[in-house]
């Protein structure tokens, strides 16, 4: 029934399986929910419907990013900015994800999960070994869940390559800048990896982690001279507002380094200035 798929659905988006349904189910008396087998199928409906919903999705975003770069006369290939999170912070957690985003356009036009982790492998592992998981594995292991080894640190390399490696197989197209945020270990693997062969794939700075970047190292610099701190002088306010406006220069003048010098320059002299 439809409620039954729309019930799995909502509660699935909140990280709720059929154990919490079923508890759900109790504290509102509404009658049980469906069997384990109903459920899974319901699940697997939802999935597949979601797969092809985010496909057709990315697709549609890579294509409008192709569009703008030839406007703009980038023919060579899609600028992109890839960064990358974890289910918890540390180099410990078990799953994380990288995306890629369309520089001119700002969409998402594609995502890797990586998993060190598949349920289904845990539950037959006491079995290793024996014919019935020789068996079950062979089907499975192209589905698994684990396509990740090594460090989860890595996990955000290993995905960014994997998408770069598909960018031509998937949308026809090659991603030719990588913005990246100022870690050089992911614009490395790109280039150990070579996607596209004798192309090599040129890397821009992200203007927010060159921003950041000022504001840490005065930072820093607050905390190794002594009395560069304190009213009237280097303050946290004062950092914050330097960084600011030390990003709007760059960004204002992309395209003259003279101009972006002066606008820089003018802003350092505007806060010194005791007028």
């Given at each position: 029934?439809?409620?039954?798929r729309r019930l799995t659905l909502a509660?699935?988006?909140?990280?709720?399986?059929?154990?919490?349904?079923?508890?759900?189910?109790?504290?509102?008396?509404?009658?049980?929910?469906?069997?384990?087998?109903?459920?899974?199928?319901?699940?697997?409906?939802i999935a597949v419907a979601t797969d092809?919903v985010k496909s057709k999705v990315l697709?549609?975003?890579?294509?409008?990013?192709?569009?703008?770069?030839?406007?703009?006369?980038?023919?060579?290939?899609?600028?992109?900015?890839?960064?990358?999170?974890?289910?918890?912070?540390?180099?410990?957690?078990?799953?994380?994800?990288?995306?890629?985003?369309?520089?001119?356009?700002?969409?998402?036009?594609?995502?890797?999960?990586?998993?060190?982790?598949?349920?289904?492998?845990?539950?037959?592992?006491?079995?290793?070994?024996?014919?019935?998981?020789?068996?079950?594995?062979?089907?499975?292991?192209?589905?698994?869940?684990?396509?990740?080894?090594?460090?989860?640190?890595?996990?955000?390399?290993?995905?960014?390559?994997?998408?770069?490696?598909?960018?031509?197989?998937?949308?026809?197209?090659?991603?030719?800048?990588?913005?990246?945020?100022?870690?050089?270990?992911?614009?490395?693997?790109?280039?150990?990896?070579?996607?596209?062969?004798?192309?090599?794939?040129?890397?821009?700075?992200?203007?927010?982690?060159?921003?950041?970047?000022?504001?840490?190292?005065?930072?820093?610099?607050?905390?190794?001279?002594?009395?560069?701190?304190?009213?009237?002088?280097?303050?946290?306010?004062?950092?914050?507002?330097?960084?600011?406006?030390?990003?709007?220069?760059?960004?204002?003048?992309?395209?003259?380094?003279?101009?972006?010098?002066?606008?820089?320059?003018?802003?350092?002299?505007?806060?010194?200035?005791?007028?």
């Amino acid at each position: 029934y439809d409620v039954n798929r729309r019930l799995t659905l909502a509660m699935r988006l909140i990280g709720i399986g059929i154990q919490g349904i079923s508890k759900f189910c109790a504290f509102m008396c509404f009658p049980k929910p469906v069997f384990q087998k109903s459920y899974d199928e319901i699940v697997q409906s939802i999935a597949v419907a979601t797969d092809a919903v985010k496909s057709k999705v990315l697709r549609k975003a890579a294509e409008e990013e192709k569009k703008i770069s030839v406007e703009k006369g980038q023919l060579e290939g899609l600028t992109v900015s890839g960064d990358g999170s974890w289910r918890k912070r540390g180099f410990s957690s078990l799953y994380g994800f990288a995306s890629l985003i369309g520089w001119f356009s700002g969409k998402v036009i594609d995502i890797c999960v990586k998993s060190k982790y598949c349920k289904e492998c845990e539950y037959w592992q006491k079995k290793e070994g024996t014919a019935e998981y020789d068996e079950w594995y062979e089907l499975h292991e192209p589905n698994c869940n684990a396509n990740h080894s090594g460090s989860a640190g890595k996990m955000e390399p290993d995905a960014v390559v994997q998408m770069f490696s598909r960018s031509e197989s998937t949308y026809n197209v090659r991603y030719a800048y990588y913005i990246g945020d100022g870690d050089s270990k992911t614009f490395k693997s790109i280039q150990d990896a070579k996607p596209y062969g004798n192309f090599a794939v040129t890397k821009k700075e992200c203007i927010g982690h060159v921003q950041k970047r000022l504001g840490t190292r005065l930072r820093n610099l607050k905390k190794e001279v002594k009395n560069l701190g304190g009213r009237g002088k280097l303050t946290g306010k004062l950092i914050d507002e330097l960084s600011v406006y030390y990003g709007l220069a760059i960004r204002r003048n992309t395209d003259s380094v003279e101009n972006m010098r002066n606008e820089i320059y003018a802003t350092l002299y505007h806060k010194i200035s005791s007028d």
